[in-house]
């Protein structure tokens, strides 16, 4: 069951609703304002070219034209209706900690899987209606009372125990969840350090559409209702971009409460500006429950068919649904090959240019979200970006998605030195640039 924001074609705006979203460029060819269609206020996302009052928001989608416009033009006018916009203070960029591999981590979450099958873990499991095959099938396991690393939060049934991993299946955390009615500073327990994800390894391949939840038992009700590609993300803070380079097209599936809610649309802009597709599942997806479990749980949860939010590409067919992890079967991880030489980061910024006409326009949208960020965001996003490309051999062709996000970023970086300072966005205002090519 997808949601959306409404329809966002042919839309009409006033001058007045224009001034109210702050607009800045220039008032005779083009102009970027804060799109009041979907409530931006911290990045000018709304573009509206001043020649023919088109106006098209590169976050959510929306489009139309201006009313003087469509008085020229003998147009029908949509409806808009608009409220006052205030500006939060600017939020410095503070880097994720990168999680550590620890095999200590590993072994001990291996015992833990070997301990599941006929454990009080299991009996929790099936009563939360979680199939003991899927829940070993993602590597989940249960810690005996006095096996906890953390004895000040051991528990007298035991816990649930679910690893977090990076993408490439590296344990660097492990959550654990008390069995049974546990009293509230005893239920959660994360081991001290940075998290990761559980299931990362959904996002490694980047084959069809991510379904992101917060929690690990709204992952397994997700994967047990044939979500595909599930992944927790152990709250709406806990993203990383830096994960989620091959996954094209992103499923949200966040609580149904204030921190999802905005959550989810962060994470919608921050997809759309890396010129992701973003799919969501609406709070009647959960019936009358708040989260994937409560309403797997309680017989409600129904998935159906999800609509784009944010097309990939322009595209906007229903994603094709993947087999669920629990229909997968298991197949060896594939011995890697030593690469002859990485390819740079120099060589990747050129062959970027390769891009076709119109892939590089949705780059040339995509550049405007970036320099908007500002130069902490853009240092953030060059930093993921490299890494995604020593990951590849100088032999190796540049994928499309990396191309356009190396593109975009290349022209932002050019339109953030080239620019007065005076026609920057304010994030840059008393900034220093980003790093050069």
């Known amino acids: 069951m997808a949601g959306s924001w409404g329809e966002l074609q042919n839309l009409s705006l006033s001058e007045s609703e224009l001034a109210r979203c702050e607009p800045v460029g220039d008032e005779r060819k083009m102009q970027r304002a804060y799109c009041p269609f979907h409530g931006s206020d911290r990045q000018r996302s709304l573009r509206v070219n001043r020649e023919t009052g088109y106006f098209k928001c590169f976050a959510c989608g929306a489009w139309g034209y201006l009313d003087d416009a469509r008085e020229r033009r003998r147009a029908d006018g949509g409806t808009l209706r608009i409220g006052t916009h205030t500006r939060p203070p600017q939020r410095a960029y503070k880097p994720k900690p990168k999680p550590e591999t620890k095999p200590e981590l590993a072994t001990l979450m291996a015992s833990y899987r070997a301990a599941l099958p006929g454990s009080p873990g299991e009996a929790y499991l099936r009563e939360r209606h979680i199939p003991l095959q899927l829940a070993q099938a993602v590597g989940v396991g249960f810690a005996a009372p006095g096996t906890w690393p953390n004895a000040s939060r051991d528990w007298r049934r035991g816990r649930v125990v679910f690893p977090h991993t990076t993408p490439s299946g590296d344990v660097v955390n492990l959550y654990g969840r008390a069995v049974g009615d546990a009293p509230k500073d005893k239920k959660h327990d994360h081991l001290p350090g940075a998290k990761g994800y559980f299931h990362a390894q959904a996002l490694a391949d980047g084959s069809g559409p991510a379904t992101i939840c917060e929690g690990a038992f709204d992952a397994l009700a997700l994967m047990a209702a044939g979500a595909p590609n599930v992944v927790a993300i152990f709250g709406v803070n806990g993203w990383r971009w830096e994960w989620a380079t091959k996954t094209s097209e992103l499923i949200l599936a966040l609580d149904a409460d204030d921190a999802g809610s905005t959550g989810f649309r962060e994470l919608a802009r921050e997809a759309r500006l890396r010129g992701k597709g973003v799919a969501y599942l609406e709070p009647g997806a959960y019936g009358t429950e708040k989260d994937a479990s409560a309403a797997w749980q309680a017989g409600e949860l129904t998935l159906g068919a999800w609509e784009p939010l944010f097309p990939h590409d322009g595209d906007t067919p229903t994603p094709e649904r993947p087999e669920s992890p629990q229909e997968r079967q298991d197949e060896p991880e594939p011995t890697p090959t030593p690469m002859a030489s990485p390819l740079s980061w120099s060589d990747a910024l050129e062959r970027c240019e390769g891009l076709d006409t119109e892939t590089k326009m949705l780059a040339y949208e995509m550049s405007y979200g970036y320099l908007d960020g500002g130069p902490a965001w853009m240092a953030s996003l060059a930093s993921e970006l490299r890494e995604e490309v020593t990951?590849?051999?100088?032999?190796?062709?540049?994928?499309?998605?990396?191309?356009?996000?190396?593109?975009?970023?290349?022209?932002?970086?050019?339109?953030?030195?080239?620019?007065?300072?005076?026609?920057?966005?304010?994030?840059?205002?008393?900034?220093?640039?980003?790093?050069?090519?």
């Open 391 to 437: 990951r590849l051999d100088a032999s190796d062709e540049l994928p499309e998605p990396l191309a356009k996000m190396c593109f975009a970023w290349k022209n932002a970086t050019y339109m953030a030195r080239n620019r007065h300072p005076l026609e920057l966005p304010e994030s840059w205002q008393k900034s220093d640039s980003p790093e050069g090519d």
